[in-house]
């Protein structure tokens, strides 16, 4: 068998190349619904030498190879169902090089978001990218990921200007620089930002960065009802009023929140916003969005401008994942988003939610409305066979409903095996085009196999 072969040539790693049962079943699970077989073998590299050497050899033996991060992702991007090599970059967790003046860091792909913050904090600067999840920066990057700051600062589409990738074959390539901008040739770091681990294995990143604001101001506003709470966000964004985050929460989601971190938030559709500036500015938007949520129906506003308030606000949303989870005891979910043009935002979450209203599921709907950006947490009892095709179908009409109205099947959840069958819906012929740079790159199709593109 070609992982009896190549197990041999991963003996330079000694006890960095794991088969030991618990090791490999930590590899194989998901936190939703989405499981597969265990991986052959999980290895455990620090240098990008090593990565080309495992790479080069999976190569030459036939056998899959999967990155593997931080395991916070939602649609099984990082799981193995034909077996092989997990390359697991929790030792590549280093930030190598501060560039102060240009704004930019760069950093191995297994440093945590929140690590790289607090590395950074006698700078003054920040990385914006804020997912929730304590996500590994090559992660982010491999599924594009944003969150709940991308209203302002973007996603990592926006923030990831330079790349070192590992190709399936072991050959090391840079992609993009240092610079602010380039017309030189392809644009290799926007091909491989997004793709999920397909066309290569990140080693390093170089990341945008941004100053700390001098003011920050938050606060949580209740709306009597969804669709007042959804307007009000189309008619801040349209109105240009620079917010950093601007959150919905259903009425079942701000419950959930509550039983879970003690809050006593009302018990209806609320939003969550920021503000960054300078301290007038920071007033003047605070002002302008109180007067627009006002004229929507706006009750219960509550200013967090202390940074302990804001610090416990944010964690309640953070949280809102494992909160909702335990609202329904010893459920798994299926955790779906979509993303619409901000125009037809409303039409997207009140049929989403009249669907699941109709359905004999709980389903708490929340997201990164800021960008169009919606969740649903669809919660089913494992096991139970009737209550995930109830799932599937929702997170189907999601998909269908958001590509009517003009956007996408996944906003920042990315495709990896569970949004796989809406890709020719989404992209038509376009996603052969996706399958045909695989191909060149990969032509033996060992990079994260069963994700993302046309499956041979």
Request: negative net charge; contains cysteine; aromatic residues 6%.
């Amino acid at each position: 068998m070609p992982i009896e072969q190549l197990l041999p040539e991963l003996a330079f790693l000694g006890p960095r190349a794991s088969q030991n049962k618990s090791v490999l079943t930590h590899h194989a699970q998901s936190e939703t619904h989405i499981h597969t077989r265990l991986p052959d073998v999980v290895v455990f590299p620090e240098t990008t030498e090593e990565v080309s050497r495992i790479a080069a050899a999976c190569s030459r033996h036939g056998v899959p190879m999967t990155g593997w991060g931080a395991g916070t992702s939602l649609e099984g991007h990082a799981l193995t169902p034909f077996g092989g090599v997990t390359i697991d970059f929790s030792r590549m967790d280093k930030v190598l090089a501060v560039f102060p003046e240009d704004m930019l860091v760069v950093v191995q792909p297994g440093i945590t978001r929140e690590r790289l913050n607090e590395e950074l904090r006698a700078t003054g600067l920040f990385f914006s990218v804020d997912p929730g999840a304590n996500a590994s920066l090559g992660g982010m990057a491999m599924t594009r990921a944003s969150g709940t700051t991308a209203v302002r600062y973007g996603t990592m589409r926006d923030n990831v200007l330079g790349l070192e990738v590992v190709l399936a074959d072991g050959s090391v390539i840079r992609t993009g620089s240092s610079a602010p901008k380039s017309s030189a040739g392809y644009d290799l770091t926007s091909l491989m930002v997004g793709s999920e681990g397909t066309l290569g294995l990140v080693t390093d990143l170089t990341i945008r960065l941004h100053g700390q604001p001098e003011a920050v101001s938050a606060a949580s506003c209740a709306f009597p009802d969804m669709a007042s709470a959804v307007d009000c966000v189309t008619a801040t964004i349209q109105m240009g009023i620079p917010l950093a985050r601007i959150e919905f929460l259903d009425a079942a989601s701000v419950a959930a929140c509550n039983a879970w971190s003690g809050h006593s938030l009302p018990l209806q559709p609320l939003l969550l916003v920021e503000f960054h500036g300078s301290p007038a500015g920071v007033a003047e938007q605070a002002e302008r969005f109180g007067e627009i949520a006002r004229d929507y129906g706006s009750t219960g506003f509550r200013w967090a401008k202390a940074q302990e308030d804001r610090t416990q606000l944010w964690k309640m949303r953070h949280q809102a994942y494992p909160a909702i989870l335990a609202s329904r005891p010893g459920a798994t979910a299926m955790v779906t988003d979509v993303c619409v043009p901000i125009s037809a935002l409303a039409e997207a979450v009140e049929e989403t939610q009249a669907d699941i209203e109709a359905s004999p599921i709980p389903g708490p709907i929340l997201g990164h409305v800021g960008d169009g950006n919606f969740h649903a947490i669809l919660l089913v009892q494992p096991g139970d066979a009737a209550e995930l095709t109830v799932a599937k179908k929702l997170s189907a009409r999601m998909a269908e409903r958001a590509l009517r109205l003009g956007g996408t099947v996944s906003g920042e959840h990315g495709i990896g095996m569970g949004k796989l069958g809406f890709m020719p819906a989404e992209h038509g012929a376009a996603w052969q085009v996706m399958g045909a740079i695989k191909r060149a790159l990969d032509p033996k199709g060992l990079m994260n196999p069963g994700k993302l593109v046309p499956q041979r």
